[in-house]
């Protein structure tokens, strides 16, 4: 099993700043894409930025040139830096990582439990 461990939510005044941080533990052979996923009430989860193997990165056009993505390979974490915040980025904010616990299974996907961010305006 894989646990993911969130951390760095909370709330912030529009314009603010906040990280939040996904820690990926167990039984991991090796890791594919980590990224972060929202979801605000009373709309669908939605695709915030993820970051592959290889250190390329996505982005939502919402968010392009305010969060940045980062990982700790070593670490097994992944990080987001939000900057500029807007209300409209209010949401609970989910980690999501495709893990390969051994050299001969197929990736599977976690998802952590969840961290909310609220900005205000």
């Known amino acids: 099993q894989v646990q993911l461990v969130e951390s760095g939510g909370g709330s912030v005044q529009a314009g603010g700043s906040l990280r939040l941080s996904c820690a990926a533990s167990g039984y991991i052979f090796s890791i594919n894409a980590m990224g972060w996923y929202r979801q605000a009430p009373g709309k669908q989860r939605e695709l915030v930025a993820h970051i592959i193997s290889d250190g390329s990165t996505n982005y939502a056009d919402s968010v392009k040139g305010r969060f940045t993505i980062s990982r700790d390979y070593a670490k097994n974490t992944v990080y987001l830096q939000m900057n500029s915040l807007k209300p409209e980025d209010t949401a609970v904010y989910h980690c999501?990582?495709?893990?390969?616990?051994?050299?001969?299974?197929?990736?599977?996907?976690?998802w952590g439990q969840g961290t909310q961010v609220t900005v205000s305006s």
């Open positions: 999501n990582t495709q893990v390969r616990p051994d050299w001969k299974s197929e990736f599977i996907d976690y």
